[in-house]
């Protein structure tokens, strides 16, 4: 029998006995089957943490967690999470991040979703071209209605909407060269305002600057939105948009880069 098949049938009383680590690296490297991070593909909203664990599954069955500072750490995206030699990782931005553990290197990996902060409190007033908006970060409301006979869009800020014409608080942008706003949707931080043109069959994407109550179309926008587009509705997490067709059960599947506001279709390149 030779050293190496010696050594994996007495590992496992090795390791109970805290003597496994004498023998070096090299037969650490060799004896280790697999490695896992838990948790598993985990969600946590931005400015969260989350503190990962690697264990090692050794011949013979055996499964340890190991320490962390013998781990090296990595994450493929910075901009939404940063992971410090402890494991833990730090959510900076909507969006994902492929988060690696190595260990004697073996490698595991795991999907990082980061969701945005609920940013606003939404109010719909019984009308899909309309929507009353409250920042929870500083308290300001706004309320965005859809004018498809004029195609624009009108900004109220501080207070309702007049009923008289436009007030010193209130603006209007333009949806031109499309035609037709009447539907809106607005996402969970309070980012972007989604408008679906019923005429020109498309949705627009404005981007929300709280300060001035502006309105700026995205990069791209207006986007081809398929045939008779009638609602829109932008997911918990603000990645996804999904925009429903009039008499019809069809759903058009949208992907948003969370820090453009840019959509595409899911599975296009």
């Known amino acids: 029998?030779?050293?190496?098949?010696?050594?994996?049938?007495?590992?496992?009383?090795?390791?109970?006995?805290?003597?496994?680590?004498?023998?070096?690296?090299?037969?650490?490297?060799?004896?280790?089957?697999?490695?896992?991070l838990t948790p598993a593909n985990p969600t946590v909203a931005v400015g969260a943490t989350q503190l990962f664990v690697l264990s090692a599954t050794f011949a013979g069955g055996i499964t340890d967690r190991e320490s962390a500072k013998d781990v090296t750490w990595f994450s493929d995206n910075t901009t939404v999470?940063?992971?410090?030699?402890?494991?833990?990782?730090?959510?900076?931005?909507?969006?994902?991040?492929?988060i690696e553990g190595n260990y004697h290197a073996n490698k595991a990996t795991t999907l990082l979703t980061v969701t945005a902060a609920a940013g606003v409190a939404i109010a719909a007033a019984g009308?899909?071209?309309?929507?009353?908006?409250?920042?929870?970060?500083?308290?300001?409301?706004?309320?965005?209605?859809?004018?498809?006979?004029?195609?624009?869009?009108?900004?109220?800020?501080?207070?309702?909407?007049?009923?008289?014409?436009?007030?010193?608080?209130d603006s209007e942008v333009s949806v031109l060269p499309e035609h037709g706003p009447a539907w809106i949707a607005i996402d969970p931080g309070g980012k972007y305002l989604y408008v679906v043109n019923h005429t020109s069959k498309s949705v627009s994407v404005l981007a929300i600057d709280w300060k001035t109550g502006a309105l700026k179309a995205v990069p791209f926008s207006p986007f081809a939105a398929g045939a008779k587009p009638w609602s829109v509705e932008v997911d918990a997490d603000g990645l996804g948009v999904s925009v429903a067709h009039f008499n019809s059960d069809e759903v058009s599947r949208f992907q948003v880069d969370p820090a453009t506001g840019a959509m595409k279709l899911f599975g296009e390149n």
């Not at 029998?1 to 496994?20: E, R």
């Not at 899909?128 to 009108?154: E, H, K, P, W, Y």
Request: overall charge positive; charged content about 15%.
């Open 127 to 169: 009308d899909s071209r309309m929507l009353q908006v409250t920042n929870l970060r500083t308290g300001q409301q706004m309320i965005f209605a859809a004018d498809g006979l004029r195609d624009l869009i009108t900004v109220s800020r501080g207070g309702t909407m007049s009923g008289s014409g436009a007030t010193a608080n």
């Open 1 to 36: 029998m030779n050293k190496f098949k010696k050594f994996i049938q007495i590992l496992p009383v090795l390791s109970l006995l805290g003597l496994a680590g004498c023998f070096g690296s090299t037969f650490t490297d060799l004896l280790i089957s697999s490695v896992k």
């Open 81 to 98: 999470a940063t992971i410090d030699k402890t494991g833990l990782v730090t959510a900076i931005a909507a969006g994902t991040a492929h």
